[in-house]
C-alpha cells in the first residue's frame, strides 16, 4: 500500500510540474507522452499487483520494514527542554525501538522528566511498545557516549545529539542505507583530514571541517553526533580500543570521541564512512564546534590516535546516498 501511495504521489507531482513547467514549449508533447506512458505503465502495474502477484508485493513489503528497528543513543548533559523536545520527535519515528539516554549529571534524573517523557513517548509513539532508559554514569567522561550496554534490544544504534534533530524520514533512510553496510558507519554530518603538505619529513594531518568538506567534496568520517552504527562498535570502544585514547578524551581533550569512534570503525572494515543526505535542525545554540581552537584540537587528536595506531586507518571517499525518490532525472 504504502509503495503505491508513493508511486502515485511522485506520478502526480511528475505530471503536475510537467505542465506547469513547460506550457508553450514545444517539447510539451513528448513530455506529455512520456507522462501518459508513466501513467499507463504504474495503471497496469497495480493491475498486476492486484491479478496474483500478491505474493510478491507482500515480500516486497517485509522487505522494506524489517523487524528489528533501531535504538536511539542520545547524549545530552543539562539540557532537559532540548531533551524533551527531541525524544517527543523520535518517538513518532516508525522503525524506532528504543531510546537510551546517556546521563553524565551528578544528580539523577528527576521523576517529573522522567513521567513527561514516558507520557510524550507514549502519546506520539502509536501504540508501539517503545523502551525508555537512562544510562546513568557517576563521572562526566565524554567515553560514557559509548560505554557498553548489556542488554540492548536492536543491533543498529543510532547515536546523536540532544541539539540536532532530524525529520523520521532521514532517520529511517540512514537506518536502510546502514542495513546495507552493518559494518560501517552512516550518518548526516561528515568531515575530513587532510595531510599537511607544510611539514615535510612527516606526515602530519589537519582536520578538515565543514567547509572543507563542501569544497573538496570529499570526506573520511562521519560524526556520532548524528550516525548508525553496530552495537559492538560499543564493546570495542570500551573494552578493546586502546585505553591510551579513551584517556585523551577524557583528560586531555576532553572532545575527540566521535573522531576516536571514527578511527576505531575505519580500522575495523578498511572502509570509508557513508554519507547521508538529511535536513539537519538546530534546536540549540550552537555548540562546541564554533568556539576558536577547536579545529586545531581536533587536528591534535587526529595525530595522537594516529601515533598509537601506527597508520593512518581513515579511508576518504566522495560517495553521498541520497533518496532517489527525491532526485529527478537521474
Ligand atoms: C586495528 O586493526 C588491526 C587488524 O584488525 C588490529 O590488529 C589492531 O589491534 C587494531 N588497532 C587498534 C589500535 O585497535
Known amino acids: 500500500m504504502r509503495r503505491n501511495y508513493i508511486s502515485r504521489r511522485i506520478l502526480q507531482r511528475f505530471c503536475s510540474q510537467v505542465v506547469i513547467s513547460s506550457i508553450g514549449s514545444i517539447k510539451i508533447k513528448l ?19 492486484s491479478m496474483g502477484w500478491r505474493h510478491r508485493h507482500e515480500s516486497l513489503r517485509h522487505f522494506s520494514t ?17 531533551l524533551k523536545q527531541s525524544i517527543s520527535h523520535y518517538a513518532s519515528c516508525v522503525g524506532l525501538d528504543s531510546i537510551h539516554i546517556v546521563w553524565s549529571e551528578p544528580d539523577p534524573p528527576s521523576e517529573s522528566l522522567y513521567d513527561f517523557l514516558w507520557d510524550t513517548i507514549k502519546s506520539n509513539s502509536d501504540g508501539k511498545d517503545i523502551e525508555l532508559r537512562f544510562d546513568i554514569n557517576k563521572e562526566d567522561s565524554l567515553n560514557n557516549r559509548f560505554k557498553e550496554i548489556k542488554d540492548l534490544k536492536t543491533v543498529a544504534i543510532f547515536s546523536v545529539d540532544d541539539d540536532i534533530i532530524f525529520p523520521c524520514t532521514s532517520v529511517e533512510f540512514a ?3 546502514w ?10 554530518v561528515p568531515r575530513s583530514h587532510w595531510v599537511d ?3 615535510k619529513n612527516i606526515d602530519y594531518y589537519t582536520y578538515g571541517g565543514w567547509w572543507s568538506v563542501w569544497w573538496m567534496g570529499t570526506y573520511s568520517m562521519v560524526l556520532s ?4 552504527f553496530h552495537k559492538n562498535y560499543l564493546f570495542s570502544y570500551t573494552n578493546q580500543m586502546p585505553a591510551s585514547i579513551r584517556e585523551y578524551v577524557a583528560k586531555n581533550s ?16 578498511g572502509a570509508p564512512p557513508i554519507w547521508v543526505k538529511g535536513k539537519i535542525s538546530e534546536i540549540g545554540s550552537t555548540g562546541i564546534s564554533s568556539l576558536g581552537g577547536h579545529k586545531r584540537q581536533r587536528t591534535q587528536c587526529i595525530n595522537k590516535f594516529v601515533g598509537e595506531y601506527g597508520n593512518m586507518p581513515l579511508v ?3 560517495l553521498k546516498a541520497v533518496d532517489s525518490r527525491n532526485s529527478w532525472f537521474w
Open 175 to 177: 537506518f536502510n542505507a
Open 31 to 49: 513530455l506529455l507522452c512520456c507522462c501518459i506512458a508513466f501513467t499507463v505503465v504504474f495503471i497496469a502495474g497495480r493491475a498486476v499487483t
Open 254 to 269: 576532553r572532545n575527540c570521541e566521535d573522531i576516536a569512534m571514527s578511527f576505531l570503525v575505519a580500522n575495523t572494515t
Open 316 to 318: 576518504s571517499t566522495s
Open 66 to 82: 524489517p523487524r528489528n528497528g533501531y535504538t536511539i543513543l542520545i547524549n545530552t548533559w543539562k539540557r532537559n527542554d532540548l
Open 197 to 199: 603538505k607544510s611539514k
Open 225 to 228: 553526533k548524528a550516525a548508525f
Open 179 to 188: 542495513q546495507s553496510a552493518p559494518d560501517t558507519m552512516v550518518g548526516f
